[in-house]
């Protein structure tokens, strides 16, 4: 693949029923891999366009719903998952074979959606004050839960759109990226306090709005 074409290559992630809905609760792991992407890296260096192919169809629907879950904005979201795998494809030399794939691709998408909220003056960046920390438990309806047979997917979809940028990015990144307080500290170049602060107003913001799914003292 070259950067020209990485428009046509990365797939719509979310194609068929309600797109933002969807994304917003799909929990898609990162892919089970027959040849180990270290592989297809490697041949990519060499010039072997077809392995990042391969790179592409692998990671496209995870990356594609970090953007989304940070943006959320289909439109934008697509954008933001083109433009990481055009900058995976123009730096894959410098890429540190001792780190997970995804977890670079993971670090591009997340700071290309940083980007976008600022030119967009959708997120602010001042520090929320510290102190208030992690209230405990995740006590919101799991995003991660199958839950098809409610309105909670829409429900849950509306919530997360109107929570603040910032807010929005640390819990899509912890929530369903998984990524501990460090690394979220370091992908958004905040104080682990100023995240927990963040998690903690999420949640807490969450919970008003999902409180009908609440279960009830």
């Given at each position: 693949m070259t950067p020209s074409s990485c428009g046509s290559t990365v797939p719509d992630a979310t194609a068929g029923g309600n797109n933002e809905a969807r994304a917003a609760v799909d929990t898609q792991s990162e892919p089970e891999a027959g040849t180990p992407d270290l592989e297809f890296v490697r041949r990519a260096r060499d010039g072997d366009t077809t392995a990042f192919d391969e790179l592409v169809r692998r990671y496209a629907a995870s990356v594609f719903k970090v953007a989304w879950m940070m943006v959320h904005n289909h439109a934008d979201a697509d954008d933001?998952?083109?433009?990481?795998?055009?900058?995976?494809?123009?730096?894959?030399?410098?890429?540190?074979?001792?780190?997970?794939?995804?977890?670079?691709?993971?670090?591009?998408?997340?700071?290309?959606?940083l980007n976008h909220l600022k030119r967009s003056s959708r997120l602010r960046l001042v520090p929320l004050p510290l102190g208030d920390g992690e209230d405990g438990g995740a006590d919101i309806p799991d995003p991660r839960s199958d839950?098809?047979?409610?309105?909670?997917?829409?429900?849950?979809?509306?919530?997360?759109?109107?929570?603040?940028?910032?807010?929005?990015?640390?819990?899509?990144?912890?929530?369903?990226?998984?990524?501990?307080?460090?690394?979220?500290?370091?992908?958004?170049?905040?104080?682990?306090?100023?995240?927990?602060?963040?998690?903690?107003?999420?949640?807490?913001?969450?919970?008003?709005l999902l409180r009908e799914y609440m279960p009830r003292p």
């Open positions: 933001i998952a083109q433009e990481t795998f055009v900058r995976a494809y123009r730096s894959i030399h410098s890429y540190d074979e001792r780190f997970r794939l995804y977890t670079w691709l993971r670090r591009i998408a997340v700071n290309l959606s839950c098809d047979t409610s309105g909670l997917r829409h429900d849950l979809g509306q919530a997360l759109a109107r929570l603040p940028a910032d807010q929005r990015a640390v819990f899509t990144l912890r929530v369903n990226e998984e990524m501990s307080y460090g690394e979220i500290s370091e992908a958004l170049k905040i104080p682990v306090g100023t995240v927990m602060s963040r998690l903690n107003r999420a949640r807490t913001r969450l919970r008003e």
